[in-house]
């Protein structure tokens, strides 16, 4: 399309409508009649083309603000969950991740944002002079499809923002769980210490008795051995004694046959002195002396 076919083509700069008015006073020309049925079709409203497209750029501005809101909702979303699961200890590489995705898509946001930006420029100051302008269906082309990549890219990152917190929120929810579980099973196992603190005591009662018992029973076993000891030297006491009494009684007897032998002795004695003074008179007195 050249350049006196475009939309462009009825717009003329001061200059330009100065030369044409100072050449058709020098040819003289009168303006010819015009004829109502070959008339040429009106200009296209270029005006209103270009405050349709500001609206446009208006409403992707909007949009790209809603989704920069949203998208720092999500971040404040996230940095709660991410504060939520450091605190039980769960992922924090996701967080970060996320966080990385979201500052990502902020940049591409921004980016599409100037490229707005400056097609909105192109769009509201036109072409300068002695440059080739461009066609408003490529314009309005090209901003549709920008629109429709921002929106497209916005709501794939949003999409995945939210499946990543709903991820998160869900990991959140299992990391409570899980947290009070184990606070539950840390309150019975405090219980369960109490109880064994208290049969640690009974125990230890129970071993010092065991240990004094032990100590009995060695007491008893030496005074088991002493007892034996003692029955052992009582009846070799008694056997010496039994012995001793059978001596005693064997003495007696023989000092018993000893004193009646000595009786004889001293009667046989009495009776050969008795004889023996009759026999003998000159010792009688001897005798009786």
Known sequence: MSGADSFFSCIRTPGEEKDCAQAD?????????????????????????????EARLKQAEEKAQGSERRLAEMERLAAGL??????????AAESVAGQA????????VLALEGRLTAAERAAAHGQRENERPAPMARIEERLGEMETAILAE???????????????????????EASAGNARRLEKLEEKAARLAYIEKRLESAERR??????????AESLKVSVEELERGLEAVLRKESSL?????????????LSRQVGQLSALFNHFR??????????KDVAGG
């Open 25 to 53: 006073t020098r040819a003289g020309a009168s303006p010819a009649p015009v004829n109502m049925s070959s008339a040429p079709p009106p200009p296209p409203q270029t005006g209103g083309k270009i405050l349709e497209l």
């Open 82 to 91: 991410k504060a939520e699961l450091q605190a039980a200890g769960n992922s």
């Open 101 to 108: 995705a979201a500052k990502e898509l902020k940049a591409r």
């Open 154 to 176: 916005a709501d794939r990152r949003i999409a995945g923002m939210d499946v990543s917190v709903k991820e998160a929120s869900s990991k959140a929810v299992i990391a409570q």
């Open 210 to 219: 065991a240990e004094r018992v032990c100590e009995c029973e060695g007491l």
């Open 245 to 257: 009494s059978a001596e005693n009684r064997q003495a007696a007897a023989e000092l018993h046959s």
């Open 274 to 283: 008795s004889e023996l003074s009759f026999l003998v008179p000159g010792r």
